[in-house]
């Protein structure tokens, strides 16, 4: 394949975005990571409590649902891992809920046995908590049956107060299933997402990459926003994105983005319509 003139840009969190472009170079694409999310544990004392009371309470819950990556690298700790995989599996146990491969992966890598893990097929239209109900929502009515619980593991906003969790429309959406169905949902906040603090050479790829026909790929909204705080919407209309589900679309549209496809989040998609755009 013939090396395309423009680069990707690559908005995850570090260090998923040094993999993206790890990856997007093995298969012959121009990619440089620009995280437009910071992440950070959420340590203050209230999170602390909140998360090693749920640690240590996990048996009270048919589900613990990890909604990224991040939500599996600071909730799975060893004690933790190895009280899930110890588990008895024909009574009523405790499963994980990933919305994606990639965050099946990150807790297989902490020693979750992947015969605990549930998430979308490998063919379904997108990764998320949509696609995740389809594989789970026959399990709510043993968990009701049982008083079982399901604990959304996810992102806090920084600064905030234990309760003031950050939103995310999919897993309100889950939630409310769940409840529809008799079982109830708790929610840990156990890291951060914060506004990226870039330097000097990452602002001035940031500023070029709008202008020089780069793609943005974004899998977050949240990311959308945080660039569309540092520039205008008159400084993101030439600029072509990528996004990995509708809603991400909407707010890049909202942003002032005029140039955008959509496809799913896995690897192959992204690059087909990478390729597709370039």
């Excluded at 940031?206 to 202008?211: F, Q, V």
Aim: charged share 15%; with cysteine.
């Amino acid at each position: 394949m013939a090396q395309p003139k423009h680069r990707i840009i690559i908005t995850r969190p570090q260090p998923e975005a040094d993999d993206w472009v790890a990856q997007l170079h093995q298969r012959g694409l121009l990619a440089d990571a620009l995280p437009l999310i910071a992440i950070a544990p959420a340590d203050s004392p209230a999170h602390q409590a909140a998360r090693m009371q749920a640690r240590q309470h996990w048996q009270r819950y048919g589900a613990l649902m990890l909604v990224s990556t991040n939500a599996a690298r600071f909730f799975l700790d060893p004690a933790l891992v190895q009280a899930l995989a110890q588990q008895q599996r024909s009574a009523p146990h405790t499963r994980l809920w990933c919305p994606g491969p990639g965050t099946a992966r990150a807790a297989q890598a902490l020693g979750v046995p992947s015969d605990l893990i549930d998430q979308p097929a490998t063919d379904a239209p997108q990764f998320d908590s949509e696609s995740l109900w389809t594989e789970v929502g026959p399990q709510a009515a043993a968990m009701a049956a049982s008083g079982l619980r399901v604990l959304v593991v996810r992102g806090a906003s920084a600064g905030s107060a234990i309760d003031q969790l950050v939103s995310g429309s999919g897993r309100e959406w889950l939630a409310r299933q769940l409840q529809a169905a008799g079982v109830g949902v708790d929610f840990v906040g156990v890291y951060e997402r914060r506004a990226p603090a870039w330097t000097a050479a990452q602002l001035a790829l940031a500023t070029a990459a709008l202008a020089d026909g780069s793609v943005w790929l974004f899998s977050s909204s949240e990311a959308v926003m945080h660039l569309s705080n540092r520039f205008n919407a008159a400084a993101l209309a030439p600029a072509q994105a990528l996004t990995t589900h509708a809603r991400i679309a909407q707010a890049t549209r909202e942003a002032g983005f005029v140039h955008i496809q959509q496809c799913r989040p896995a690897l192959d998609d992204v690059i087909a319509s990478l390729e597709s755009a370039l």
